[in-house]
């Protein structure tokens, strides 16, 4: 039961859109108008609000995730007995019900302190999920049939669970699955009323293809979301992706939507947080130096005169896996449902448009991001910037930090072979560690002098 709360829950990706540029060359996004609110009510809405309106009995919460031990956000009353990244709110018939919130996948719990905006870089996609032990599926059965009105309250979540808990199974440990849980979930959802459908619409490949979920502190930044970059216009219609996972009708969709206002108002909030450590700052004047001739171009420049480029970077250039940009054609009927959709219509629309490439990203509290690249291939800065340095096969402690302050990233051991889901496998479709190679023509001072700089952002 545990895996399957833990796995069902996401903010639907973003993607972007394709100019007509010369092969090669980076292709600048424009921006677009986006809405703006009170960003403590949006901050309020994503601790407390009921956006999931149908989940667990407290009864199942505690057979899977136990008592919790830590209120980090200081929410206190009922919302102080459930873990950060639950919610408990009423169901439409009045229940009261535990529900997952946005933290699940957007938070970390990081040296003991919990850092909001920070992507969850230990989440649990790789177990399957399924409701396929007895004694559970027993208890949930007894349960309901004595508990009609709880019941009918977790009627909406537990079906689509049972659905799709089988469907998001990632390779490794450490890595997301929302892109597929998105895909999934749009498969069974009616593209006007948002009703669930029992049978899918689309016929979706078997791989899931994993992803790192990045920082919500640079989304005042970007003027597209995420990684492939097919998200364009209204960011706060695409954060709507939530509700598509116990939504059951477009009055829901629209009360969760006169919310967004103030929800992407609080992100937008957000800042990262600073780097602990002692600043070796002579080192990182240097390293500015070096940073703003060879990376500035596509990551931006920070500091007294900050800009940020918004380029996306062609696959024949970046070089990274490319399985995660060229799903966005796989998935040509999602694209199609959803720019046909709630989503794509009113008064704050959006649309996707694919892109064979990737976003160069902010780097805003870079140091503390780790693991690297779209899909968490490489644990830390020292060898993004220095590929030969790149593990096949590594291995980390899931169950408490081990940071490493001065390579930027995980603590990690490099391994002789995969082994179980809890060793990074970059050998396997999706999972690979190539590309983002312009960090091997600096020599290791230059290099050095970089991480140093780095912490400063």
């Given at each position: 039961?545990?895996?399957?709360?833990?796995?069902?829950?996401?903010v639907?990706?973003?993607?972007?859109?394709?100019?007509?540029?010369?092969?090669g060359?980076?292709?600048?996004?424009?921006a677009t108008?986006?809405?703006?609110?009170?960003?403590?009510?949006?901050?309020?809405?994503i601790?407390?609000?009921?956006?999931?309106?149908?989940?667990?009995p407290?009864?199942?919460?505690?057979?899977?995730?136990?008592?919790?031990?830590?209120?980090?956000?200081?929410?206190g009353?009922v919302n102080?007995?459930?873990?950060y990244?639950?919610?408990?709110?009423?169901?439409?018939?009045?229940?009261?019900?535990?529900?997952?919130?946005c933290?699940?996948?957007?938070?970390?719990?990081?040296?003991?302190?919990?850092?909001?905006?920070?992507?969850?870089?230990?989440?649990?996609?790789?177990?399957?999920?399924?409701?396929?032990n007895?004694?559970?599926q027993?208890?949930?059965?007894s349960?309901?049939k004595i508990?009609?009105?709880?019941?009918?309250?977790?009627k909406?979540f537990?079906q689509?669970?049972?659905?799709?808990?089988?469907?998001?199974?990632?390779e490794?440990?450490?890595?997301?699955a929302?892109?597929?849980l998105?895909?999934?979930?749009?498969?069974h959802r009616?593209?006007?009323?948002?009703?669930?459908n029992?049978?899918a619409?689309?016929?979706?490949?078997?791989?899931?293809i994993p992803?790192?979920?990045?920082?919500?502190?640079?989304?005042?930044?970007k003027?597209?979301?995420?990684?492939?970059?097919?998200g364009?216009?209204d960011f706060g219609t695409?954060?709507m992706?939530?509700?598509?996972?116990?939504?059951?009708?477009t009055?829901?969709?629209?009360?969760?939507?006169?919310?967004?206002?103030?929800?992407l108002?609080?992100?937008?909030s957000i800042?990262?947080?600073?780097?602990?450590?002692?600043?070796?700052?002579?080192?990182?004047?240097?390293?500015?130096?070096?940073?703003?001739?060879?990376?500035?171009?596509?990551?931006?420049?920070?500091?007294?005169?900050?800009?940020?480029?918004n380029?996306?970077i062609?696959?024949?250039?970046i070089?990274?896996?490319?399985?995660?940009?060229?799903?966005?054609?796989?998935?040509s009927?999602?694209i199609?449902?959803?720019?046909?959709?709630?989503?794509?219509k009113?008064?704050?629309?959006?649309k996707?448009?694919?892109?064979?490439?990737?976003?160069?990203?902010?780097?805003?509290?870079?140091?503390?991001t780790?693991?690297?690249?779209?899909?968490?291939?490489?644990p830390?800065?020292?060898t993004?910037?220095?590929?030969?340095?790149?593990?096949?096969?590594w291995?980390?402690n899931?169950?408490?930090?081990?940071y490493?302050?001065?390579?930027?990233g995980?603590k990690?051991?490099?391994?002789?072979?995969?082994?179980?889901?809890t060793v990074?496998n970059?050998?396997?479709?999706g999972?690979?560690?190539?590309?983002?190679?312009?960090?091997?023509?600096?020599?290791?001072?230059?290099?050095?002098?970089?991480?140093?700089?780095?912490?400063?952002?």
């Amino acid at each position: 039961m545990k895996t399957v709360i833990l796995i069902i829950f996401f903010v639907l990706p973003t993607l972007h859109f394709s100019l007509t540029e010369e092969p090669g060359d980076p292709v600048k996004i424009p921006a677009t108008p986006q809405r703006t609110g009170n960003a403590d009510s949006g901050y309020q809405f994503i601790v407390t609000g009921d956006y999931v309106n149908s989940g667990l009995p407290f009864l199942f919460y505690r057979m899977g995730m136990g008592v919790n031990k830590d209120d980090y956000l200081l929410r206190g009353g009922v919302n102080a007995g459930v873990r950060y990244d639950f919610n408990v709110v009423r169901a439409p018939n009045g229940e009261e019900i535990v529900v997952p919130n946005c933290l699940q996948c957007h938070a970390q719990v990081f040296d003991d302190k919990l850092i909001i905006g920070l992507g969850n870089a230990n989440m649990d996609f790789s177990q399957s999920g399924r409701f396929d032990n007895p004694m559970i599926q027993g208890a949930i059965e007894s349960y309901m049939k004595i508990n009609k009105k709880k019941a009918e309250a977790s009627k909406e979540f537990l079906q689509v669970s049972r659905t799709i808990a089988d469907q998001m199974q990632t390779e490794v440990r450490g890595v997301n699955a929302a892109d597929r849980l998105t895909a999934v979930l749009i498969s069974h959802r009616d593209k006007n009323t948002l009703k669930w459908n029992d049978t899918a619409s689309v016929q979706l490949p078997k791989q899931v293809i994993p992803s790192d979920v990045p920082a919500w502190w640079l989304l005042k930044k970007k003027n597209a979301m995420f990684y492939s970059g097919f998200g364009r216009g209204d960011f706060g219609t695409f954060l709507m992706g939530a509700i598509l996972l116990t939504v059951n009708d477009t009055v829901h969709a629209n009360k969760v939507n006169e919310h967004m206002d103030d929800v992407l108002s609080y992100l937008k909030s957000i800042e990262p947080p600073k780097y602990p450590k002692p600043i070796d700052t002579v080192l990182a004047a240097k390293g500015q130096v070096v940073f703003e001739t060879n990376c500035a171009k596509c990551h931006g420049f920070y500091g007294d005169y900050p800009s940020y480029p918004n380029y996306l970077i062609p696959q024949q250039v970046i070089q990274t896996d490319s399985l995660l940009n060229h799903s966005n054609y796989q998935y040509s009927d999602m694209i199609d449902w959803f720019n046909t959709s709630w989503f794509s219509k009113g008064d704050n629309p959006a649309k996707l448009v694919p892109f064979n490439g990737y976003i160069a990203p902010p780097l805003d509290g870079v140091w503390i991001t780790a693991p690297y690249l779209h899909n968490g291939s490489v644990p830390d800065l020292e060898t993004l910037l220095n590929s030969t340095l790149r593990p096949k096969y590594w291995s980390r402690n899931f169950s408490k930090t081990e940071y490493d302050y001065a390579k930027l990233g995980w603590k990690y051991k490099a391994e002789e072979k995969p082994s179980g889901r809890t060793v990074y496998n970059t050998t396997l479709p999706g999972y690979g560690n190539q590309g983002h190679y312009f960090g091997d023509k600096l020599n290791d001072e230059e290099r050095k002098s970089v991480i140093e700089y780095l912490k400063t952002l």
